[in-house]
């Protein structure tokens, strides 16, 4: 378990944060030396660079991972797809009321006043995308919804092989550069003075999303039981070791043994047989925590970087296209985040500095999103349960629940 925590993403980019805040408050110390100088220089070009290749990665990432969910999607327009996108999207409109309800409050510091300038790329590696990102974006949804309506098999397989290439590419090649852009962000924050005064808010914010994660699942179970009629307590009271198991490993994937364990236990009022193919699928599609985490953290750094925050029609696109990318999300640390980088930098606006903030708050809460998606699917286990039972859907039809 050590191990692997160590060697997992969001520790790399816990350790490149706190480095780079330690050296930029360093440089601070010894602003206007040659050796400060030097060094910024360096920094400032690896930050530029570094995220030129993560904007470069954006639009395949895009196409790579929505383009087969949505034919995902229309092929197989299953009540489970269903119900995990109306979780997703209803978790990221509540983040967002709760964004514009909350943050007012909290004295985000947004103005520049005072602070130290960074000096000139001296190296400027421009790296183009391939397209952009809106372009990426529509092309994805208009081929993934025209192979699903044709049954197209052979675009399909191909839009799945590019899939895997792309994961490849995030994997050996986007996440090791991430630790590069996150350390020299925060240590330009760091330089120019501005990590200091908005390191409080980071911390409630965080901790704001937290208590938004135990609400919604509250909401969730509150839900599937008044609809099932059914109590739901016994399922929570029997899920506690499968959200300790998120919070350790950050991974559904790693967590699902435990969950199916789990679930197992609360039969009745879950069915066996529904739990043994709803509890995997859910463990894939159904983010609900990190959704609602990362809709909450986008508002919290536009406000911070920018000085606003998002119009309230940007921020419905986001959520509805949100659902549709967290569903398409790669099994990756981060995944829902690295997904829908597109939505960040084209629908936001976001640039490299608004990119490194979300994916660094991002990872420091990891866990908790992780436990709350494992959590919630015990809830939309139960609903299905449920509709089983109205309908009288016995064993031998569970088709029926998948038409």
């Known amino acids: 378990m050590h191990n692997s925590f160590t060697s997992s993403l969001p520790f790399k980019l816990i350790v490149a944060l706190v480095l780079g805040v330690l050296i930029g408050l360093g440089l601070s110390a010894i602003e206007g030396t040659m050796i400060c100088n030097a060094l910024l220089n360096i920094i400032v070009t690896v930050r530029f660079i570094s995220g030129q290749f993560i904007n470069f990665c954006v639009p395949l990432i895009i196409i790579g991972f929505i383009a087969p969910s949505i034919t995902r999607l229309g092929a ?215 959704v609602m985490t990362e809709t909450f953290f986008v508002m919290a750094v536009s406000k911070i970087l920018y000085g606003v925050y998002p119009s309230l029609g940007s921020m419905l696109l986001f959520c509805a296209l949100l659902g549709v990318f967290a569903i398409g999300a790669p099994g990756v640390p981060g995944g829902t985040v690295m997904a829908s980088l597109g939505l960040v930098t084209g629908v936001l606006g976001f640039d490299a500095s608004g990119t490194a903030l979300i994916l660094t708050i991002f990872a420091l809460q990891d866990s908790f999103g992780t436990a709350c998606n494992v959590t919630s699917d015990g809830a939309l286990t139960l609903i299905l349960t449920g509709y089983a039972e109205k309908h009288k859907i016995e064993h031998a039809d569970l088709g029926n629940l998948l038409a």
Request: neutral net charge.
């Open 76 to 290: 197989h327009a299953s009540r489970m797809l269903i119900l995990a996108y109306v979780s997703s999207i209803g978790a990221a409109l509540a983040a967002t009321f709760a964004g514009y309800s909350i943050l007012p409050f909290l004295n985000i510091v947004s103005d520049v006043e005072d602070l130290k300038s960074l000096p000139p790329l001296v190296f400027a590696l421009a790296i183009p995308q391939i397209m952009p990102v809106m372009s990426a974006l529509f092309l994805s949804i208009t081929v993934g919804l025209a192979a699903a309506w044709n049954r197209s098999k052979y675009v399909i397989n191909i839009l799945e092989e590019f899939q895997k290439i792309v994961l490849s590419i995030v994997t050996k090649f986007l996440i090791p550069v991430l630790p590069a852009l996150i350390g020299t962000t925060f240590c330009s924050l760091a330089y120019e003075g501005s990590i200091t005064k908005q390191f409080p808010v980071f911390i409630a914010i965080i901790l704001i999303v937290i208590v938004g994660h135990y609400l919604w699942m509250a909401l969730l179970y509150f839900i599937a039981g008044v609809y099932s009629g059914k109590n739901p307590f016994y399922i929570i009271g029997n899920y506690g070791p499968a959200y300790m198991t998120a919070i350790g490993t950050m991974s559904s994937a790693a967590t699902l043994s435990v969950a199916l364990e789990c679930a197992r236990k609360s039969e009745p009022p879950l069915r066996d047989d529904i739990v043994n193919f709803g509890i995997p699928l859910f463990a894939n599609i159904h983010l609900c925590g990190s």
